[in-house]
Nanobody, 115 residues
Framework: QVQLVESGGGLVQPGGSLRLSCAVS????????MSWYRQCPGKERELVAT???????NYADSVKGRFTISRDNGKNTLYLQMNSLKPEETDVYYC?????????WGQGTQVTVSS
């Protein structure tokens, strides 16, 4: 059974940093495209970053230079390092795996950026 479990969310002040984790079980994710999305109530889910294969990455323009997506294949875990966070980035953050044409999603982790 495939499971994705996010962690690492919380409350952070504007300009602060957080690192999100997404633990994958049920398959080895190293060759799968993995992504982070975010969503707040009333808005569409937004793609934040994607990592493909051995390390090709893509980012939304709004997070380039501040966020870094990475993965530890030994731990079968995806990460999102978020720096210089802004209040408008208060959202639920989700990880997604694409495997054999099927999407798998985690349950999300809340990130709140506020003073």
């Amino acid at each position: 059974q495939v499971q994705l479990v996010e962690s690492g969310g919380g409350l952070v002040q504007p300009g602060g940093s957080l690192r999100l984790s997404c633990a994958v079980s049920g398959f080895a994710s190293r060759w799968s495209a993995m992504s982070w999305y975010r969503q707040c109530p009333g808005k569409e889910r937004e793609l934040v970053a994607t990592i493909i294969g051995v390390g090709g990455t893509n980012y939304a323009d709004s997070v380039k230079g501040r966020f870094t997506i990475s993965r530890d294949n030994g731990k079968n875990t995806l990460y999102l390092q978020m720096n210089s966070l802004k209040p408008e980035e208060t959202d639920v953050y989700y990880c997604k795996a694409l495997r054999a044409g099927i999407e798998y999603w985690g349950q999300g982790t809340q990130v709140t950026v506020s003073s």
